[in-house]
């Protein structure tokens, strides 16, 4: 998004929100390969679980990338990107920050891990009521509980 143009539409002011926030928490440089941003512009969002794995726009998932490091990485976890197999051509990852991916990586793991733990169990407890609620029903007159 070079030559000084800022999107505009509904989410513009929210993009650019979102990444003067990253970049005060990573630092205005790519998080792959370390290449700083001349503006913020210049920047794109990468989801370092991908949006088609995890759809979720929480920060703890998302980093500023450049433009080449966010196509080579496409919709892979960074785990597959930082392998050198898997590095676009010209593109070195910094070694600390192929370490910050790895923890982040893990804090998202564990978020989504726990989310989706306590999804399962409500579900299951609706399937087990029979209706949806989680509340068990009471048995039909004339019906044992057993049947």
Avoid: E
């Avoid at 196509?71 to 990852?93: E, I, N, W």
Wanted: glycine letters at 10%; one cysteine or more.
């Amino acid at each position: 998004m070079s030559g000084g143009k800022r999107p505009t539409g509904p989410n513009a002011a929210k993009r650019r929100h979102l990444k003067r926030q990253l970049a005060a928490r990573d630092g205005a440089s790519c998080f792959y390969c370390g290449h700083p941003f001349a503006a913020l512009a210049d920047a794109t969002i990468d989801h370092l679980i991908p949006y088609s794995i995890w759809p979720t726009w929480r920060q703890a998932n998302l980093v500023l990338a450049c433009g080449p490091c966010n196509h080579a990485k496409a919709d892979r976890l960074p785990q597959t990107f930082l392998r050198p197999s898997g590095l676009a051509s010209g593109l070195v990852p910094v070694p600390s920050r192929a370490a910050r991916v790895g923890c982040a990586i893990g804090r998202t793991a564990r978020r989504l891990s726990a989310a989706v733990t306590g999804a399962l169990s409500g579900v299951v407890s609706a399937v087990r009521s029979g209706d949806g609620t989680g509340a068990r029903r009471p048995a039909s007159p004339g019906v044992s509980a057993t049947s």
